[in-house]
């Protein structure tokens, strides 16, 4: 990964986590949100593989811990799993359709909102039973519409490496 | 083969992540609310208020603009039901002038002096909201500074918002009434039946009397009873939609339709009262 895509991977990380605090409350449907910074890491972890996708989950979920009142560090691992686990699927599925993304964050929302929710309940943060089918399918359909639009985005983004871009000049004549 | 070295640092990437999670995770459940990790969660909540509160500001309109879009169809019928509200008050009103009017002439023959104080209170405004789909949660623009402290009660001219869980500096988290983990003393305001409020991050919240023969109807106002000590008696939460009962007929329990409509809350206030006994015996246990 080039140092220009690490920077612009930064930059989407923290814009997610700016946006999914401040202008997502305001788009509520049905009492649910959709988690851009989930979508952003399962995007991360299709385009540039499980460990990456992990980093960033892990980066964004604890910016979204310290940011906000929840227990520190439930989101940070819960979504570093998430992105890893898509990212290890990823490998699984032999085509380059925006139908992979969209399957992988659907699934991923799923495990991610059980684990979070499970993770709550063993730590007693949680009584039961608050859990619910509905809001776990509605926010995976919400973040479903939203990685149709970040993943194009995110792919337009993809700086060369140096070494490539070396490659694809035209040798000179002599 | 370079394809196993770099697998192998790939997986102690990911065990370290994780084992630092694992130990965030483990340092903050096992502090206090003093502790340093809940100092930083504060010191930002803190920092990133008055970002939160200018989004707030620049995007309520839009979102008043779209819940009024999709509540178009039901306008009609709300103005009509309001029209009748409207009249049926009218009367009320000209009922309850003279009852004060009554009142006033009984006190002054009985020399009743009031004896309870006016509620101090601090207007606040709403700057954020639970990133988390599994807590009803806010954040509002007052804090320590302004003598807001842990359990006072956040209302509006409606009825009871919630209470206060966690407090910074110019922030605090409000825990709303629909929270799965609020947990409100109450009582029906006709019969006097005292209860428990409990949220389940729906619309509605349960409201479960101590006695199973509770004399509970559709359409019974339901208040705060003060019990407990966080809450101020006589707050409005809510109307009784629904009563559940067991096949002996004994109340099981009953839904309650909140006054106040969460998806549209901009203001609040927050009730200052002195922190109640048993929060202070059990923070000194």
Request: glycine share 8%; net charge positive.
């Amino acid at each position: 990964m080039s140092r220009n895509r690490q920077i612009f991977l930064g930059i989407c990380v923290v814009l997610a986590f700016v946006l999914q605090l401040s202008v997502m409350p305001q788009f509520k449907i049905l009492g649910v949100s959709p988690d851009l910074i989930l979508v952003v890491a399962v995007v991360v972890a299709v385009q540039e593989g499980p460990v990456a996708g992990a980093i960033v989950g892990f980066a964004g979920g604890m910016l979204q811990d310290i940011a906000s009142p929840q227990v520190m560090g439930v989101s940070a691992l819960t979504k570093t799993l998430a992105a890893f686990l898509a990212g290890v699927m990823k490998d699984f599925f032999m085509t380059y359709s925006i139908l992979l993304p969209v399957l992988l964050v659907f699934l991923a929302t799923i495990f991610e909102m059980g684990m979070n929710q499970g993770a709550l309940i063993v730590l007693g943060q949680e009584q039961l039973p608050p859990f619910k089918i509905s809001t776990i399918f509605a926010e995976s359909l919400y973040n479903v519409i939203a990685v149709l639009i970040i993943y194009p985005f995110m792919k337009r983004f993809r700086f060369p490496q140096k070494e490539e871009s070396i490659a694809l000049t035209r040798p000179t004549k002599g | 083969m370079p394809a196993a070295p770099r697998s192998n640092r790939n997986r102690i990437i990911l065990i370290v992540i994780i084992l630092l999670c694992v130990t965030v995770v483990t340092l903050y459940v096992r502090e206090s609310d003093k502790g340093p990790l809940h100092k930083v969660q504060n010191f930002f909540l803190d920092l990133i208020s008055p970002v939160s509160n200018a989004f707030a500001k620049i995007f309520r309109p839009i979102k008043d603009g779209v819940v009024n879009l999709f509540h178009l169809p039901s306008l009609s019928k709300e103005r009509a039901d309001l029209q009748k509200q409207v009249a049926e008050l009218q009367r009320e009103r000209i009922d309850t002038k003279e009852m004060e009017q009554a009142l006033s002439e009984m006190k002054q023959l009985l020399h009743w002096t009031e004896g309870q104080a006016e509620l101090e209170t601090v207007g606040a405004d709403i700057i954020g909201q639970s990133p988390n789909n599994w807590q009803r949660l806010m954040i509002i623009n007052r804090g320590a500074s302004s003598s807001v402290k842990k359990y006072m009660s956040i209302v509006t001219e409606q009825g009871l918002v919630g209470r206060i869980i966690s407090v910074g500096s110019r922030s605090a988290v409000v825990q709303l009434m629909t929270d799965s983990r609020s947990e409100i003393g109450a009582r029906d305001q006709r019969s006097r039946e005292t209860g428990i409020v409990q949220g389940n991050n729906g619309e509605t919240v349960r409201f479960t009397p101590m006695k199973e023969d509770a004399d509970m109807k559709v359409g019974d106002v339901i208040e705060t009873s003060g019990l407990g000590g966080t809450c101020p008696p006589g707050i409005a939460l809510g109307t009784i939609k629904k009563v559940t009962k067991r096949s002996s007929g004994l109340t099981r329990y009953v839904e309650v339709k909140p006054f106040v409509q969460f998806s549209k809350l901009d203001k609040v206030v927050v009730v200052i009262t002195p922190e109640p006994e048993s929060v202070i015996l059990r923070e000194a246990q």
